[in-house]
């Protein structure tokens, strides 16, 4: 099995660790909240999304009056994507030596 790692500083080590659990979102399960929802207009769907804000916004307009609940239907496959992409890029910025910022090993003396 060959491993190809991308051009954008990976290296074969961290292609090859040890394997991480991740919280994948499901469209299925996105689907299904939505059903489980009356069809959308709780917003269970987006509160199970991260996406808290607009989730209580259906909770409290009815999937603002049933509109943008019947927009989410077609939505949804997106939106599960879009939240699976942040958290990959926020994974992969969070690992160690992935050139977020670090504090410095020891204080830094500032110079005038």
Known sequence: MQVIAPASGW???SLTGPA?????????VTYLLWIVGGFGVLGLH?????????????????GLFFIGAL????????QVQLENLSQQLLRQ???PGSGAWEPPAEPVALQR
């Open 20 to 28: 991480q659990i991740v919280a994948v979102k499901s469209v299925a």
């Open 46 to 62: 987006r509160f199970y999304l991260g996406r808290w804000v607009s989730g209580l916004i259906w909770l409290l307009t009815g």
């Open 93 to 95: 910025a969070m690992a």
């Open 11 to 13: 290296d074969q080590k």
């Open 71 to 78: 927009v989410d239907l077609f939505l949804i496959p997106g």
